[in-house]
């Protein structure tokens, strides 16, 4: 059993940054790739970033590519998302995912956070 929490999420102007965590109970959590997700309102849920068990593999949505950055600290138990030039299309319920592969489909993660808002204003 993994537990997620997420932290970090706010309000920021267009053009601004922010950077989500999303801690990890449990001893287990480098046997894990990890992935953020983001849902806004009336959509469907999308998948923003993934991370390798060691850190050393990223993957990323087209539209994130170059803005978001996944980053993960086993030693922590913690994953990162920094958030970068963000834009108001932005804007959505953010959250952090465990599965066992390496994948950016949301039916491969067997654990979810509860998500954070992120609000990106224009």
């Known amino acids: 059993q993994v537990q997620l929490v997420e932290s970090g999420g706010g309000l920021v102007q267009a053009g601004g940054s922010l950077r989500l965590s999303c801690a990890a109970s449990g001893r287990t959590f480098s046997s894990y790739a990890m992935g953020w997700f983001r849902q806004a309102p009336g959509k469907e849920r999308e998948f923003v970033a993934v991370?390798?068990?060691?850190?050393?593999?990223?993957s990323y949505q087209d539209s994130v590519k170059g803005r978001f950055t996944i980053s993960r600290d086993n030693a922590k138990n913690t994953v990162y998302l920094q958030m970068n030039s963000l834009k108001s299309e932005d804007t959505a319920v953010y959250s952090c995912?465990?599965?066992?592969?390496?994948?950016?489909?949301?039916?491969?993660?067997?654990?979810w956070g509860q998500g954070t808002q992120v609000t990106v204003s224009s």
């Open positions: 995912a465990a599965a066992q592969g390496y994948s950016g489909s949301p039916s491969d993660y067997n654990y």
């Open positions: 991370i390798s068990r060691s850190g050393r593999i990223t």
